[in-house]
């Protein structure tokens, strides 16, 4: 099985963090053809490569001009352990060893599947259990036989097809439904209801390793209320709490759950039986920066409480990002950005807004001259007078404000998305861990 390792690193540049996940061998270097391209002047081309020596990890000079510093020693070659540290021009690298999960074992393709059934004026229902394919008509050489004036002689077909349950129509005169919507083929999830003329049919599909998992789980995780649509699933990864120990020791080692992979929409019932926690929010914002800041303002505004939205992100102020990237671009708080004149984050109506602001502060110092200018300019822009932009520092005051006003803290979490699908009941689960860079899974 290849060794697998994890990168991490801080952009010298934006300060952002990066990370790189993936299989030995791996090529660092200028150029685009590496497997991590670093644009600095101080990495050669083709810089370093890291290869597997057994179940070791070793990183290899190629012949570079400034070498490789692992401890502030310059090496041409050395093993790295996992957790270590090693220098590449300007990046400095945190090391990860992972472990691949192994391959899933391949499903057993059934033979057989329970079908519970009644007509739809009734309400006492049977359950039969046929071998696949199951077929259902009016037919008695049907898996299920159905006296109904409304069923065909040979009416539907249920079968296991490519690692799924599949539903067709064998050309019926009055056709099917599935969940209410006419359907000629799909592929069937748990909790399906099918209408077949004067039936009601409910597959009981048996899920591959959702008995496994049930038999495993000691606490049930809260249920995500299917009542209510709008709300969005959250399952949380990446930390481990005490009330979880021994819950699915195997699974826990994966995340985002493989089931993330198996499903592009996931059956609820199955979601609900994970061993992570597992929350529902209203609203839900991913990247926790100015983009998602604005959206949340919005809601706000319009009433919305701080205990229905989420933001997920890597940093605890929205504008973080932009004022690391305004202080990477030597702009200073004093100094002026181009941004929305007459209006501050924390103060929807216009007034006073940043020039305002600015003139009555200089005014408060008794700096007459330049608060008469600010004035000219908010009421001389465009036309008369050049453009007022506030200065750096009032625009991240005004951020940290309005973000102190609706209670951004509670809004915020720290999270690395991993995975979005939808679920079978019209809602989305977000799969999000919350190990930051360089402690590990």
Excluded at 101 to 121: F, G, N, T, Y
Excluded at 296 to 320: F, M, R, S, Y
Aim: proline letters at 8%; glycine letters at 8%; a negative charge.
């Amino acid at each position: 099985m290849p060794l697998s390792l994890r990168l991490s690193w801080e952009d010298p540049i934006t300060g952002e963090q990066r990370e790189f996940a993936g299989n030995l061998p791996i090529t660092i270097g200028r150029d685009v053809s590496n497997t991590i391209a670093l644009p600095s002047t101080t990495i050669s081309r083709q810089h370093a490569r890291l290869d597997a020596e057994g179940e070791a990890m070793v990183i290899r000079d190629l012949g570079s001009t400034n070498g490789i510093l692992i401890n502030g020693r310059q090496v041409r070659q050395a093993h790295l352990t996992d957790g270590e540290l090693f220098q590449i021009g300007p990046f400095i690298f945190s090391v990860l060893l992972e472990t691949p999960a192994p391959p899933p074992e391949p499903v057993p393709a059934p033979d057989s599947l329970l079908i519970r059934w009644r007509k739809a004026d009734e309400t006492t229902s049977q359950t039969i259990k046929a071998k696949l394919p199951v077929t259902i008509g009016r037919s008695s050489d049907n898996s299920l036989s159905l006296a109904g004036v409304k069923v065909s002689r040979h009416h539907a077909t249920i079968d296991w097809q490519d690692g799924a349950w599949v539903l067709v129509d064998e050309n019926s005169t009055n056709g099917l439904t599935l969940n209410g919507e006419p359907c000629t083929r799909a592929v069937l999830l748990p909790e399906n209801e099918i209408q077949i003329g004067e039936f009601i049919l409910q597959v009981l599909l048996p899920v591959p390793g959702a008995a496994q998992e049930a038999d495993t789980v000691r606490e049930r995780r809260p249920d995500v209320r299917a009542t209510d649509p709008a709300r969005t699933a959250v399952v949380r990864g990446g930390v481990e709490e005490s009330e979880h120990g021994g819950m699915l020791a195997d699974a826990a080692r994966v995340f985002p759950p493989p089931l993330f992979e198996q499903y592009q929409i996931i059956p609820l019932a199955v979601l609900q039986k994970l061993p992570y926690p597992l929350e529902e929010t209203v609203y839900l914002t991913i990247g926790g920066g100015m983009g998602s800041f604005a959206w949340v303002d919005t809601l706000a505004i319009c009433g919305v409480k701080p205990n229905q939205i989420v933001a997920l992100g890597a940093e605890p102020q929205p504008h973080t990002r932009l004022q690391r990237l305004a202080s990477n671009a030597q702009i200073t708080p004093d100094q002026r950005l181009r941004s929305n004149t007459d209006a501050c984050p924390d103060n929807i109506w216009g007034w006073p807004g940043y020039a305002g602001r600015e003139a009555w502060r200089e005014l408060r110092t008794g700096n007459l001259t330049r608060a008469a200018r600010i004035a000219w300019q908010l009421f001389g822009e465009p036309n008369l007078a050049e453009t007022y932009t506030p200065r750096a520092g009032d625009v991240f005051a005004g951020v940290a404000r309005e973000a102190a006003r609706i209670g951004w803290e509670r809004i915020w979490r720290f999270g690395r998305v991993r995975a979005i699908r939808k679920t079978d009941d019209e809602r989305y689960v977000v799969a999000y861990s919350q190990t930051r860079p360089g402690e590990g899974r």
